[in-house]
């Protein structure tokens, strides 16, 4: 009965690979994010898709790049992966957007 | 541009020691207050939102009140499974949707 699920739910990979991280709601949000929490524990938002229509697009690298298949499913792909990118990457949604966040278990990524 | 900033970073408590944590905020017009609570290797799970000035909510051993600069969430009484990261967001004024989060409370409760 998980609400926001992700997988996988660790990645190590090496610098310059290609990988991509997987998410699913079943709480018929219509609201989909990804944050990233760096080492210092902030949370910071990347994207927003709403009904499959990116929302919010922060500064982030053009190697990351979201795919909103349908509503319940937010992808996160990254090309040429660098040291940098090694963070937990967490999946949320909501019932709109100002609503309550519900979040996945996060993705711990590690470039090596 | 730091909007959101929790304090203390960490806090040790004795089981039964009541504390408070801190969150001020420097957003124009709040449009959320929002608290979570994260446990290691997990995602952060919604407490409260909270909206204007003197608004309270409560869960169990939690109480969070808010004021026009700072939010406070209250521990009363707290057991050991109160341990965990307390995250404070608030609503981004420009951005429907986009939470900014401070840097987290790491409370420890010890038996």
């Known amino acids: 009965d998980t609400a926001v699920s992700q997988t996988p739910k660790y990645l190590v990979t090496q610098m310059g690979n290609d990988k991509s991280i997987k998410c699913e709601q079943n709480l018929g949000h219509d609201t989909m994010y990804w944050y990233k929490q760096d080492s210092k524990k902030f949370l910071k938002i990347m994207f927003s898709y709403n009904n499959k229509e990116l929302i919010i697009n922060e500064t982030v690298p053009n190697r990351f790049s979201p795919k909103s298949p349908d509503k319940a499913h937010l992808n996160l792909h990254i090309n040429s992966l660098e040291l940098g990118d090694s963070a937990v990457y967490f999946c949320?949604?909501?019932?709109?957007?100002?609503?309550?966040?519900?979040f996945g278990n996060g993705t711990r990524l590690t470039v090596t | 541009e730091d909007q959101v900033t929790q304090s203390p970073e960490a806090l040790r408590l004795q089981e039964g020691e009541s504390s408070s944590l801190n969150c001020s905020y420097t957003?124009?017009?709040?449009?959320?207050l929002f608290w979570y609570r994260q446990d290691p290797g997990k995602g952060p799970e919604f407490l409260f939102t909270?909206?204007?000035a003197g608004e309270e909510k409560e869960k169990e051993r939690l109480k969070a009140t808010l004021t026009k600069k700072e939010s406070f969430l209250h521990i009363t009484a707290p057991k050991p499974e109160d341990s965990a990261t307390y995250l404070c967001a608030v609503q981004d004024p420009d951005s429907w949707g986009k939470l900014q989060f401070g840097a987290g409370t790491q409370v420890v409760v010890t038996p």
């Open positions: 949320a949604s909501s019932r709109e957007g100002g609503s309550p966040l519900h």
């Open positions: 957003v124009s017009g709040l449009r959320g």
């Open positions: 909270l909206y204007s």
